[in-house]
């Protein structure tokens, strides 16, 4: 079974430029998270998105934004970026609605903004 | 409000010595936890979650709910224990959403 899978792995971006990153749950997972990781704030979490509805959204600017698609890929966008927004962005799938089955991390994409 | 706190962000034993990486956590629900760990150059897995009162790898954990902590244990560290160790918290509201601690990074020296 293929593991979460995020693409691309690495992006370099300029400051004001916006940047999709995509993400393939593992087949059947139905429920999708985001979170964003940096060495200050930790582990972030930014959405969640199940059959397509986002369903929770964490405590981010407007600047961020995401959908999923009837195949349960997801994307996430950045729009005017920000110095502050280079980190490590992780997408998570799980099976069911609730989070007490297990989520799967995909490797992650690197943004850095320049 | 909803926290998770791991005071220690770096935890050095010797092989064959006693952990314990420390959680706590601050939730008015009941809580949902789990300890995430990261190997080097390896994708965020998870290890165990309080529901399952499973042990992994010779790591176990206990909710105590009297005291807010959800520690994990293991007897005797091995070398491939080394990793970054997350405590994670699941808040439900509509959706659903982990909350994680700053993490700690576990060394095992030989």
């Known amino acids: 079974k293929a593991g979460v899978t995020q693409t691309p792995r690495y992006l370099i971006k300029t400051r004001g430029q916006q940047v999709t990153l995509s993400c393939s749950p593992i087949s059947g997972h139905r429920s999708v998270s985001w979170y964003q990781q940096t060495p200050g704030q930790g582990l972030q979490f930014l959405f969640e998105?199940?059959?397509?509805?986002?369903?929770n959204k964490g405590n981010f600017p407007g600047r961020f934004s995401g959908r999923q698609f009837s195949n349960s890929r997801s994307e996430m966008n950045v729009s005017t970026l920000e110095l502050g927004d280079s980190a490590l962005y992780l997408c998570?799938?799980?099976?069911?609605?609730?989070?007490?089955?297990?989520?799967?991390f995909g490797q992650g994409t690197r943004l850095t903004v320049v | 409000a909803q926290r998770v706190t791991q005071p220690e962000k770096l935890l050095s034993v010797f092989k064959g010595a006693p952990v314990e990486l420390k959680c706590n956590y601050s939730y008015s629900g009941s809580p949902e936890l789990f300890w995430y760990v990261q190997y080097s150059r390896q994708r965020l897995q998870l290890l165990l979650r309080?529901?399952s009162r499973e042990s992994i790898k010779g790591f176990t954990a206990d909710l105590n709910k009297g005291e807010t902590s959800f520690h994990l244990k293991k007897p005797f560290a091995q070398e491939e224990d080394s990793a970054m160790y997350y405590c994670?918290?699941?808040?439900?509201?509509?959706?659903?959403?982990?909350?994680f601690g700053q993490g700690t990074e576990l060394s095992v020296k030989p």
């Open positions: 998105y199940f059959s397509e509805t986002q369903r």
């Open positions: 998570a799938s799980s099976l069911g609605a609730r989070l007490n089955t297990e989520a799967f």
């Open positions: 994670a918290l699941a808040v439900y509201n509509q959706g659903g959403k982990l909350i």
């Open positions: 309080h529901i």
